[in-house]
Nanobody
Framework: QVNLVESGGGSVQAGGSLRLSCAAS????????MGWFRQAPGKEREFVAA????????YYADSVKGRFIISRDNAKKTVYLQMNSLKPEDTAVYYC???????????????WGQGTQVTVSS
């Protein structure tokens, strides 16, 4: 069983930055990539970024490419999401999860954390 705990959310003005953390505990496999999703009020959960545990492969949604950076620290079993140049439309609850299959649908991820709120004001 894998447990994930997100932290680092908060309220910022447009153009600001935040760094989210996702700490994993339990039997996390080095072959399983990790990902970040977000869900805004009234909208479906959407893919944001993913990173492999054992390599440096990274993937981003077009909406965050060039502004967000995903990284991981294997020794700490932690995945980070550095969010720069934040926009009001980035406002959402951000979740991390373990990727099971090589695509980026919600159903391809498991072991969801409880989420952390990010609010960007204009």
């Amino acid at each position: 069983q894998v447990n994930l705990v997100e932290s680092g959310g908060g309220s910022v003005q447009a153009g600001g930055s935040l760094r989210l953390s996702c700490a994993a505990s339990g039997r996390i496999s080095s072959s399983h990539p990790m990902g970040w999703f977000r869900q805004a009020p009234g909208k479906e959960r959407e893919f944001v970024a993913a990173v492999g545990w054992s390599d440096s492969s990274t993937y981003y949604a077009d909406s965050v490419k060039g502004r967000f950076i995903i990284s991981r620290d294997n020794a700490k079993k932690t995945v980070y999401l550095q969010m720069n140049s934040l926009k009001p439309e980035d406002t959402a609850v951000y979740y991390c999860a373990v990727q099971l299959r090589s695509s980026f649908r919600v159903s391809d991820f498991t072991s969801w954390g409880q989420g952390t709120q990010v609010t960007v004001s204009s």
